[in-house]
């Protein structure tokens, strides 16, 4: 192409001119990437963008401010873009002349101008702006459309500075109390001061607790305050202080340096304090030891508009009912023996005095085991012998083992021994004792209910009865008799026998009668007795029989 332009515009100012337009084919194919490639993604795209101005506004006629707009980068084509004005603090035509149009960016360029025409004064208004926004670019995009315009005022002050105080009054009950804010200047001006003032509710309610305005007010030449008028509305509505907004705005003849107030119209109704209301139970569960119960509950709704500041728990046990104090909402009391079920109920307390009592609950504490089954005692040499069987329901802990208990009078009774298994041996302390004995399963929860039986423990048997004697062959000699008419409880298994040759003043053992005959020397006059023997021991000696020589 460069040999193209040469041969059609030869000469020195054709190659120059030759070489601008391959400066911006340079720069157009500089952004022909194959799509897809990381350069392509890399590649700029060009942005229109417009900067902002700052003019002094001048007293006379009019002042120029001028725009530049930017293309980030150049095309090969013109770019047209189109702009409008848009009004600010300051407007048209008293701070500037409308404008809108559009500018051309030549091809291969980057920068155009926009003029904007301002209006002169002597007026103190302080500084004052407006916009350029670029509205279209022929489809390039535009990633800064607004310029701002700032009018630095030239005109000297004597004053001119304007703020509103805030202000405050007690509602009253039903009347419709004044509330007045002053507006001042800082020193009086030779011509009138004007503003818009408007008022916006806030925690106040337009209508419910004020009157709401918007108004101009006028300072006049000379002058240096004025005060704005609002009326609040009275109730007798405990709702604490409440506030609303004055704002200024549009002001003319000076410069604002606090725009905005704050009218608070305060609570003259003294606070109606009552009692709380019954806080809520929540739970009543077993533990956190044995007969204890660990309650829950939450606190009043409405604390009556005054702190809570304790509770009181009432416990119905089935001895009667106790009351507790607490300061939190939670506390582990006391319902009496496992298995025990209280009835619970709370109220709150403020400086006003009590709630009414929440709705009850009950709450059962830890569980023993019920009582044993089946015990059933039999009397044993000296002891009786316990038996059982596990109960029907084990609690809310596994068994850990059972108390045993004994009394010989069936009133009196005292600790034996904890026993792993169902069965016990208890001692009584002689033959033919009578004993009482109580069991109880125990659990982590404690002791169940007593189980109780009695038996006799065995005694020795009463006497046997002699009944004959005859001599035998030689020395032996037959003896009868009958049994005793009492065992002692177990059975008899030996008898032994007894012999006096002087006629009762002393006594010689024969031995096993009931198996092994005793004998009588020839000649000799033998005088025997029984005695029955079981495992308590030997019974007392029969009655006497003698056999002759």
Same mark, same amino acid.
């Given at each position: ?5 040469r ?5 020195? !100012? ?13 720069? @157009? #194919? ?11 993604? @890399?590649?700029?795209v ?7 101005v ?8 009019f002042?120029? $401010? ?5 293309? &980030?980068s150049p ?24 404008r809108?149009?559009r500018?051309?960016?030549?091809? /291969? ?6 003029? $904007? ?7 103190v208004?302080?500084d ?11 489809g ?6 607004? /310029?701002?315009?700032t ?8 004053? /001119? ?5 805030? $202000? ?28 818009v ?14 009157l ?11 002058? #240096?305050s004025?005060?704005?008028? =609002?009326?609040?509305?009275?109730d ?8 609303? +907004? ?15 107030? @704050? ?10 304090? #009552?009692a709380p ?5 929540? &739970? ?13 509950? !939450?606190?009043?709704? %409405?604390?009556?508009g ?8 009432e ?6 009912a ?5 300061t939190?909402?939670? @506390?582990?009391?006391?319902?009496? &023996?496992?298995g ?15 709630s ?7 709450? #059962? ?17 000296h002891?009786v ?11 809310? =802990? ?9 009394s ?5 009774f ?9 069965? &016990? ?8 004792? +009578? ?9 982590? $929860? ?12 065995? /005694?020795?048997? +009463? ?12 020395? !032996? ?38 198996? =092994?005959?005793? +004998? ?7 005088? %025997? ?5 079981n ?15």
């Open positions: 192409m460069l040999k193209e332009l041969s059609r515009v030869p000469g020195r !100012s054709a190659v120059r001119r030759a070489t601008v337009w391959l400066g911006l084919l340079a720069v @157009a #194919t500089a952004t022909l990437i194959p799509i897809g490639s990381s350069q392509a993604n @890399a590649a700029t060009p942005e229109l963008g417009i900067g902002s700052a003019v002094t506004e001048g007293d006379v006629g002042v120029p $401010a001028r725009l530049t707009v930017t293309l &980030s095309v090969l084509t013109d770019t047209i873009v189109e702009y409008v004005a848009v009004a600010g603090t300051a407007t048209t035509p008293t701070d500037y002349l409308r809108a149009g500018v051309r960016i030549r091809a /291969g360029r980057t920068l155009a101008t926009i003029g $904007a025409r301002l209006v002169s004064d002597t007026a208004e302080g004052e702006s407006f916009s350029i926004m670029l509205t279209a670019a022929g390039v995009p535009i990633a800064h459309p607004t /310029g701002t315009v009018i630095r005022d030239d005109d000297p002050m004597s004053g /001119g500075r304007l703020a509103i105080g805030d $202000a405050s009054v007690y509602e009253g009950d039903a009347s419709q109390i004044p509330l007045r804010f002053t507006v001042n200047l800082d020193a009086p001006l030779v011509n009138d001061v004007t503003a003032y408007t008022s916006f509710g806030g925690t106040a309610a337009a209508g419910v607790d004020f709401s305005r918007s108004r101009t007010l006028r300072i006049r030449a000379g002058r #240096t004025t005060v704005l008028t =609002f009326k609040s509305l009275g007798v509505v405990v709702e604490g202080s409440e506030q609303f +907004t004055v704002v200024l705005s549009a002001v003319v003849g000076a410069t604002t340096i606090d725009d905005t107030a @704050a009218g608070t119209v305060l609570d003259d109704d003294p606070p109606l304090i #009552t209301t019954a806080p809520t139970l929540n &739970s009543a569960a077993a533990g956190p030891a044995n007969g204890m119960l660990a309650v829950l509950w !939450s606190a009043p709704v %409405f604390d009556g005054s702190p809570v500041t304790g509770y009181e728990l416990i119905t046990r089935p001895a009667g106790v009351v507790g104090t607490y939190s909402t939670g @506390a582990n009391v006391v319902c009496g &023996s496992p025990v079920t209280c009835s619970l109920r709370v109220r709150a307390e403020n400086t006003v005095g009590f009414e009592w929440s709705e009850p609950i009950d709450g #059962t504490t830890w569980r023993a085991p019920s009582a044993v089954g089946g015990l059933v005692l039999s009397g044993e040499n002891s012998r316990a038996v059982w069987s596990t109960p029907l329901d084990a609690g809310d =802990f596994p068994i850990l083992d059972y108390r045993v208990e004994r010989v009078d069936g009133t009196n005292t600790f034996d021994e904890l026993a792993t298994f169902r069965t &016990s041996t208890v001692s009584c302390g002689g033959e033919r004792v +009578t004993c009482w004995v109580r069991v109880r399963a125990r659990n982590a $929860a404690g002791l169940g209910p007593m189980s109780e039986a009695s038996a006799t423990t065995w /005694g020795r048997p +009463t006497a046997p009865t002699l009944i004959s004697i005859r001599r035998a062959a030689g020395t !032996s000699v037959g003896l009868g008799w009958t049994p005793p008419t009492d065992d002692g409880g177990t059975a008899v298994f030996d008898y032994t026998g007894e012999r006096t040759i002087d006629g009762g003043l002393s006594w010689t053992p024969v031995g096993s009668v009931a198996f =092994f005959p005793p +004998t009588c020397p020839v000649g000799v006059s033998c005088g %025997f007795r029984v005695s029955a023997v495992v308590v021991g030997t019974s007392a000696a029969s009655n006497v029989l003698t056999v002759g020589p």
